[in-house]
């Protein structure tokens, strides 16, 4: 049985799966995210069906992945109800370097482990060898960079700005970055060869986000969207949108429509607790029926305002591994 945007609803909603050592062994390459919610957390990509999801590894998980011929089988309950292939991680996720500049950050969003992990900050040239390790497989596709806030986002920006710099002097494929914004970040950005921009707003739901992101200003986040549409043009701009912090589905859908109105691409992110941050913050996974409800609205809205999420060529609109996407996966 292929993946489809139902089955890929319900592993989403549940987010793990319990992997045979042996087959874990033979993918040539999981991850571990050092940026984002997911921070830390060893998964693995599965692809069926022309559908892709990126599942952490949890042994405690209702999900068990096996071995099923030359593929393999995810089962719940005993019953196997989806079958398809590992996908190898590129640097991150398959056919993107995908790579995080700094993974420390001095904000503290009750939602992400980064504050927490100490992360590696990453020196220009490593990120330079990452790449090229990358395009020594023959798979890249498009280069994405994120970062935390190590010492103040206008610092960032400037990293982010020589980076983009010295990559495009080597390769000509699409660039996607995905930062805290800053006054002058999108026109620097762009002027350095970046393809595409992300400006999380991480919740629409002014309370939700006051609580969850203490120092930071949603209305500067939409201000700053605004003004990249405007720079980097349709199609180009995208911005992460949390599900399960307690927002309601009227909320979110308020919140997709005027992103769009804007000209961003809202790309909506079941949430996954994460277990340094227990306690911290209630999250609630949400359901795979919400999942795909909030999904196919947005489908709508996008296609009502001339959006299409499939343009995207950077960071986490085509990868699609932890959200169902539109024009992609329905």
């Known amino acids: ?5 139902e089955i890929k609803a319900l592993l989403l909603s549940i987010g793990s799966a319990n992997i ?6 033979e993918v040539e390459r999981t991850t571990v995210p050092s940026a984002g919610p997911g921070a830390g ?20 998980s209702q999900l068990k992945v096996v071995r099923c011929g030359s593929d393999v089988a995810v089962i719940k309950e005993g019953k196997t109800i989806v079958t398809g292939k590992l996908e190898p991680a590129l640097s991150h996720c398959p056919e993107q370097a995908y ?4 993974g420390r950050c001095i904000y503290d969003c009750k939602f992400c ?19 090229d390790e990358a395009r020594r497989t023959g798979q890249l596709r498009a280069i994405s960079l994120t970062s935390g806030v190590e010492k103040s986002p206008e610092d960032e920006v400037k990293k982010a700005v020589q980076m983009v710099s010295a990559l495009r002097k080597q390769y000509d494929i699409p660039i996607g970055v995905s930062i805290y914004p800053t006054d002058t970040s999108s026109e620097e950005l762009k002027a350095a060869g970046a393809t595409e921009i992300k400006y999380n707003v991480e919740t629409m739901d002014p309370e939700i986000f006051a609580r969850c992101c203490p120092g930071l200003s949603l209305d500067y986040v939409l201000k700053s969207l605004e003004k990249a549409v405007k720079i980097f043009g349709m199609n180009r701009v995208s911005s992460n949108f949390i599900l399960g912090l307690g927002e309601s589905d009227e909320c979110v859908l308020a919140g997709v429509a005027r992103l769009a109105e804007m000209g961003v691409i809202p790309n909506l992110r079941p949430i996954s607790p994460h277990p340094l941050r227990a306690g911290e913050v209630k999250v609630e996974k949400p359901s795979a029926q919400r999942l795909l409800k909030l999904a196919r609205a947005t489908k709508k809205v996008l296609e009502d305002r001339g959006l299409r999420a499939d343009l995207a060529e950077t960071m986490c ?14």
């Open 41 to 60: 957390l060893e998964s693995f990509f599965f692809k069926s069906g022309g559908h892709r999801v990126r599942l952490s590894i949890n042994k405690n």
């Open 99 to 102: 790579l995080t500049i700094s």
């Open 20 to 25: 045979d050592e042996e087959l874990l062994a």
């Open 113 to 131: 482990p980064v504050p927490k992990l100490d992360g590696e900050v990453k020196h220009p040239y490593k990120i330079l060898q990452l790449v």
């Open 317 to 330: 609109l085509p990868c699609t591994g932890c959200d169902i996407a539109s024009h992609r996966d329905i």
């Open 1 to 5: 049985m292929e993946m489809n945007g």
